[in-house]
């Protein structure tokens, strides 16, 4: 039987910032140590089943409550920079605009910055899975920019969730053209050198180059060209 709670496919997902329409998010004060912030955001795609949802974000100066990190994330820094730090205040982690970071599910830490911050995301949050308790969050967010340029590998995993759901590798693409094919599952792109076209199933063809994003919900049937010397970060959710 078709499943009424899966969302529309609603085709190739260019993440484009430029013409992000934000929307005002309301606030809890108790989320926060800091004065309440303002923030915004806008979901391209989100999928209450698995708790996938990618979009754009932004705040102004904050720092939020300690605590567990509320699920496994991957972003894109666009404009500003923050810090992740410790029950201590002691900083563990560092980003800046161009970076992408990881962050793994409950990690105890709190995020900090000062002056305005935007970032592309895509968070995976279960619904109705217990938080574990970590006594640390030593190796839980890292900064990916650079990590797998200077290998030699097709392919390196750079992120593996707890869970086994949710994976970023780098790729280094060879220049091949794909035939169409059905996606199986939810992929973020992030194309850093190079570049590639996606074609749907119209025969629409997206042209990504350095810098862009793209989200491929599962279910669309696409063609793949990629010229040489192709570099990207793929998430993979297979929750």
Known sequence: MPDDTAPEHPG??????AHAVMQPLELDPADFQSPLPVQHYVPFFE???IGLAVGIWDTTTMQEAFGPYPGDEFI???D???????AAGDRLAEGRAGDSVTFRNAIPTSWKQE???RKIYLT??????ETPVLASAQGGVTVLSGKGLAGDGSEVTLFSNDAGTMTVTFRRHAEAVQPAMRTVAPELCRILTGGMVLTDAAGQAHVLGPGDHVFLPAGLTIGRATRAGTTAYHVHVTA
Not at 80 to 86: E, L
Not at 124 to 129: E, H, N, R, T
């Open 124 to 129: 995976l949050v279960p619904p109705g899975a």
């Open 80 to 86: 500003g920079s923050f810090a992740m730090v410790d």
């Open 47 to 49: 999928d209450e089943r």
């Open 115 to 117: 002056g305005y911050l």
């Open 12 to 17: 190739i997902l260019r993440i484009d910032p």
């Open 76 to 78: 894109t820094v666009l």
